[in-house]
């Protein structure tokens, strides 16, 4: 494990007002988000672990008389409704926060829970990319994340917590969704949080600009197969929480469109042939809607798939 510099910084109200307000800026081109109309909602999963739903990845609390530990902090200018959820649960000081990937619905908080005073927790490679950002779509340059907003501890192998009655294991997923990518598993709530690498709505995203692979995917999501018992509760990074069947059958799946996007180079098809044979039709209606109007993005995965594949050539 690699630590970091530990810097105490004073939670001044005005700070913690800028950085919601940097991170609510749009980006160039797009509308902006009313998160006023956003519903912060909390569920208990076990008698003290809940999950809670805003605008991002779901969020992982841990919550006892040690304090309480996050997975993940979604989007900025969120942060102040849901910490008041999660002190309707506890009023323990949130003590510990872990990243499971990079992007910023997931990590878009981090700068509150760190002036806050929580201690935030992440893959080597993801901290890396928060100081380093990948340019946009556009070509425009990324914004590295401010200091308070970064890891301050990161790791490379399995990392354990004793907290709270509770033992919960880092587990690195390497080169899956992203380069830094961690799975986390409460051993008595019999949880998995796996991040982004699995989600139970659309189809995957392979983010080949910040590491992500196919190969990486597939073994990640057997990572989470094998751990998993029949009552284990596996919550994915988007979508309702669900059991290791369905990771299974979502394995299955990328494994079946692996095979058809393969037999298609084969033929000397080229990623537009592949992207128009939509290789998903079979699987497409038991993969369930990732947007309000039923994007399943199969066209982006076909794509991804086939870049994956040429490039391993």
């Known amino acids: ?29 797009q509308a902006p988000v009313d998160d006023s109309k956003t519903v912060v909602k909390t569920n208990k999963i076990s008698d003290n672990f809940y999950t809670v739903d805003g605008r991002g990845g779901t969020i992982g609390v841990l919550v006892g008389p040690q304090g309480i530990l996050m997975v993940d902090t979604q989007f900025a200018p969120l942060t102040d409704r849901i910490v008041a959820a999660i002190k309707q649960i506890s009023p323990g000081p949130i003590r510990f926060v872990i ?29 890396d990319r928060l100081m380093h950002p990948a340019p946009g779509a556009n070509g425009q340059p990324g914004s590295p994340a401010p200091e308070i907003a970064l890891p301050v501890v990161t790791f490379e192998n399995k990392v354990t917590f004793h907290m709270d009655g509770e033992t919960v294991d880092l587990i690195p997923i390497r080169k899956a969704h992203t380069d830094g990518d961690t799975m986390v598993y409460f051993h008595n709530a019999d949880v998995i949080m796996t991040g982004d690498f699995y989600r139970s709505i659309g189809y995957p995203n392979i983010d080949r600009v910040n590491g992500g692979s196919l190969d990486g995917l597939l073994a990640g999501l057997a990572q989470v197969a094998a751990l998993a018992g029949p009552n284990t509760k596996i919550i994915p990074g988007h979508g309702p929480n669900v059991d290791r069947s369905a990771v299974v059958a979502h394995r299955d799946m990328v494994l079946g469109v692996r095979d058809r996007v393969t037999k298609l180079i084969a033929a000397g098809k080229t990623s537009d042939d592949v992207v128009a044979a939509h290789v998903t039709a079979d699987f497409d ?22 870049a994956e594949l040429k490039a391993a050539k």
């Open 99 to 127: 990243n499971t990937h990079v992007h910023p619905d997931h990590t878009g908080g981090n700068a509150n829970l760190g002036m806050m005073g929580a201690t935030i927790f992440a893959r080597d490679e993801l901290r």
């Open 1 to 29: 494990m690699k630590l970091s510099l530990i810097r105490r910084v004073l939670a001044l109200p005005a700070a913690l007002l800028l950085v919601s307000l940097i991170a609510a800026a749009p980006a160039r081109g």
């Open 285 to 306: 209606p038991n993969v369930a809607p990732a947007g309000p109007n039923g994007e399943r993005n199969a066209d982006r995965f076909g794509g991804q798939v086939y």
